[in-house]
């Protein structure tokens, strides 16, 4: 995602309605998840200052992926009307030689729907800062499935299993 798209996302938070799990319920919302740590591991990585998208998500990432998904997230797609995928984003200062996770910057989740979601290839896109405001980009189009279109033929997700 470019740094103007991420500036879109920052800034269209700002005014997003804050989604609470009955208000989600059967209108394609996606509530904060909760205890996703519990939930199945995909990846971890760190985008290091001169990575294409460091000024947007430089740091320490782990994303997660709901047992739903997780067959789907084996084999890389399709995924189920159901799935959640989570995206935990830290600062990632370096300290005695290693590089560890700060202060959390945001957590991002994609929620499957197809009929809620089908101009944005089934999903929904929602971030929340730390203090578990925010909720879904209310311009999910432009600001998050611009760049997840890139991966179709992952059914739009670009974290892989195993990788």
């Known amino acids: 995602m470019r740094r103007s798209a991420f500036s879109t996302v920052v800034v269209l938070l700002g005014t997003a309605f804050l989604y609470t799990a009955s208000a989600e319920e059967g209108k394609g919302g996606v509530a904060r998840p909760e205890n996703f740590r519990e939930w199945n591991h995909v990846k971890s990585m760190v985008i290091l200052p001169g990575h294409p998208l460091a000024d947007s998500f430089g740091g320490m990432h782990h ?3 709901n047992d739903k998904g997780l067959e789907a997230a084996k084999r890389g797609g399709p995924y189920p009307d159901g799935t959640v995928f989570v995206f ?12 560890v996770a700060g202060k959390r910057k945001f957590t991002a989740a994609m929620v ?13 896109f929602a971030v929340f800062q730390p203090d578990g405001s925010g909720g879904l980009v209310p311009d999910a189009k432009g600001a998050c499935f611009s760049c997840h279109a890139s991966q179709k033929e992952n059914d739009f997700v670009f974290s892989r299993w195993g990788e």
């Open 63 to 65: 994303v997660y992926v």
């Open 88 to 99: 935990d984003l830290f600062e990632s200062p370096e300290k005695d030689r290693a590089h």
């Open 112 to 124: 499957k729907d197809r009929k809620a979601h089908a101009e944005t290839g089934g999903w929904g």
